[in-house]
């Protein structure tokens, strides 16, 4: 891609929205071009767990489309991304995206990603699984996306919720091929599980 690198960022309604926040920030530090959609749900969610308002989460991001709006430039294959990271993704987010309906634009965009071969991860929230949640996990896994919950990495010394928040994050984005500055990697800023001593 020769203009500036674009991703596409969902946020569904599950508990978890700071997933969504920090991969925001994150790729405005990668000079990665955000566009993103979050649904109703999410925005209410948004109010519950950080007291920020919809135009807060908004201003985060370099585009932001709303919900019910499938005419979007990331409804189309034709408008060139990374790929789509959904973050937190519900459970019903999960199963529109598995099933091809598309009721609003978070399935939508995901549906395209997947047609266009493109990389789709979702940081599915939501537990206990059923063996219906996990069949389509196991569907969407078949069809090219990627199930990556959001679970929590002791290994990397954690000194804060925050820092747990980053390392799920980061490695997420991983998966784009992107490298975060604060994702935490064992062997390099981890030394059998220690942080290695500060240079003199």
């Not at 219906?132 to 919720?161: C, D, K, V, W």
Request: proline fraction near 6%; glycine fraction near 10%; include cysteine.
């Amino acid at each position: 891609m020769a203009e500036r690198p674009r991703m596409i960022v969902g946020i569904s309604g599950a508990s978890g929205v700071i997933y969504g926040i920090r991969a925001l920030a994150a790729l405005r530090d990668l000079g990665i071009e955000s566009h993103l959609v979050a649904s109703k749900a999410a925005e209410m969610t948004l109010g519950y767990e950080t007291g920020l308002k919809p135009a807060d989460l908004k201003a985060m991001a370099d585009y932001a489309y709303k919900p019910s709006d499938i005419g979007a430039s990331i409804a189309s294959g034709s408008f060139k991304t990374l790929g789509m990271l959904v973050a937190p993704c519900s459970v019903r987010s999960m199963s529109e995206i598995a099933t091809g309906v598309t009721s609003g634009l978070i399935s939508r965009a995901a549906d395209v990603v997947l047609k266009e071969r493109r990389r789709l991860v979702l940081m599915v929230r939501e537990t206990p699984f059923h063996l219906g949640h996990l069949r389509t996990m196991t569907q969407l896994t078949e069809m090219g996306a990627i199930i990556h919950p959001p679970l929590p990495a002791f290994y990397a010394n954690p000194e804060s919720i925050a820092d747990l928040v980053d390392q799920s994050v980061g490695r997420a984005l991983d998966l784009f091929g992107l490298n975060w500055k604060p994702t935490r990697r064992w062997g390099e800023d981890l030394l059998g599980g220690r942080r290695p001593a500060a240079k003199p």
